[in-house]
């Protein structure tokens, strides 16, 4: 949970709230009840904020409020938003960081470990009861600084949720198919590699399935996407109560509809006010981007 | 059709038979009988690549030997083969290219007008008599340099097939849906924009429709891709006889996976040798690649 500053081609916003924990938990309340979250925000952090992610029955007691300022990040985003530098972090209270995971939440049955220190996620895993699903994001910076720690992490990870850089990062591998099938060796026996507009894709047992993503007329903020595409993959999950591949499979549809969403406007703006008649619009809108109407078997030819 | 030098990360390969029109006409014989192909060779283009064209039932009638050197380009690709730079383009015979359809040829139903100069796409519709389907490809060398006469071709053509910087730089208009938008006011009913690996968005009167492309552990040579995918779709559209959406659809599955062969070797080199039980079973792995298992609707929740 923390404060972004997000300076835009059209305009600068700032300490917008953001954190992978409010976009995934805002993504995954859509879809069920008593989404459950662990983190940490300083004393600078808008109790409005957290009264609102409580009216949506998010259940905040895993998130400590302590004095000092909450996690800072800006940003800088390209004339086309496709990518962006880093111009400051900020990690204050965030720095002393341990998380507790409350006694009535560690029967959880749906984890999502959000991108931090894989000693922290490690930390977590260690204090939740054989979840029937254990979902994990990482990044560029502890794969290369923290590889001996993330290697443990993997061996406990069941669902790797990373993009296509981080796979070729965490691999050596260039391409796609290849880094995943090493990954999947690693121990999460599914990954799903995101790659921004252009989609996703999961590697699973089952095979390989694609998910496209949501067409849109217009971007205004990619921040949080993958957070939301996570924490809508998990809400669907949970909904659902099992972890079968086609299960995950249209999990990803929601995953990536709910992200469609969430780049529409600036940090949480968006995906904060999406309703669920929105929602199966737009998984409407999806299933026919994808409907090629019926067989692919090829026709005889007519004779002509 | 053509020569090309290739420049790959691995080596080099001198004079390897190209063009679009044979890329697309390999592609399109998989799928109906009596493909027919207009171009111009010079004297140094193999006899023996003719004879192979017309062993798959392609018609060559419309192709002019002459004297001189055939069409040459010579390029480079980048190490991850997502760029390229040309290094070379000799018109040659090219340079006085003047199509003319065979008599015989004129009713032909379903016209592919490969990326030529625009004037010269015009000349071959007044050659040909209401053609079904008119699909065109183009470059951004038509788009800056000629673009009085790309908009007279626009006004004639039902689909057009372009990648997105195309569609950006025809446009004038980043977002590719708004780009796409702007095209169909021009005159294609129906806008195809490709994007590589990333696949290809069809925009027509049933809305938007997305097709992967398939995700290959190597690629060897990107070179034609996008003729074999045109090839493909007019090959499926010409079998199938008709140009309804659901058509068009399942057609841009066929040239998808015609293009993930045309990318695993160099030049026409796999794509001149992929079978029909191949091409089935490429198409069955793309059904499971989208396939999420039924209804997208969202179940009840579990009471937990």
Redesign the interface.
């Given at each position: 949970m923390a404060f972004d500053t997000l300076e835009m081609p059209y305009g600068t916003f700032e300490y917008v709230v953001g954190g992978a924990a409010t976009f995934s938990s805002i993504a995954a309340s859509l879809?069920?009840?008593?989404v459950r979250i662990v983190g940490v925000v300083g004393d600078d952090f808008p109790r409005d904020y957290l009264d609102f992610l409580r009216k949506r029955e998010i259940d905040t007691l895993g998130v400590e409020q302590v004095a000092g300022k909450s996690f800072f990040w800006r940003g800088r985003y390209s004339a086309?938003l496709a990518s962006r530098e880093t111009l400051d972090t900020q990690l204050n209270v965030f720095a002393n960081f341990q998380p507790k995971i409350p006694e009535a939440h560690r029967s959880t049955p749906y984890v999502l470990l959000g991108n931090i220190h894989p000693q922290l996620q490690l930390d977590v895993l260690d204090q939740v009861e054989k979840p029937k699903l254990v979902a994990a994001d990482t990044m560029n910076f502890w794969i290369s600084g923290e590889s001996a720690t993330l290697n443990k992490l993997l061996a406990r990870t069941d669902l790797l949720i990373i993009n296509d850089e981080e796979a070729r990062q965490l691999s050596g591998i260039?391409?796609?198919?290849?880094a995943a099938a090493d990954i999947r060796k690693r121990g999460p026996s599914r990954v799903i590699i995101k790659?921004g507009e252009?989609?996703s894709?999961l590697f699973d047992e089952a095979?390989?399935?694609?998910?496209?993503g949501y067409?849109?007329?217009?971007?205004r903020d990619p921040t949080g996407a993958g957070d939301t595409f996570a924490g809508g993959l998990l809400g669907y999950v949970t909904?659902?109560?099992d972890t079968s591949?086609?299960t995950l499979?249209?999990a990803?549809?929601?995953g990536s509809a709910l992200a469609s969403f969430c780049v529409e406007d600036v940090g949480t703006t968006r995906i904060a006010k999406v309703t669920r008649s929105e929602l199966?619009a737009r998984?409407?809108?999806?299933?026919?981007?994808?409907?090629?109407?019926?067989s692919?078997a090829?026709?005889a030819?007519?004779s002509?």
């Open positions: 879809l069920t009840h008593g086309d260039d391409n796609i198919v290849r790659r252009f989609g894709l095979g390989t399935f694609f998910c496209p067409p849109l007329e217009e971007v909904r659902h109560g591949p086609s499979r249209r990803m549809f929601y199966d998984i409407q809108a999806f299933a026919r981007l994808v409907d090629y109407g019926g692919l090829l026709p030819e007519e002509r």
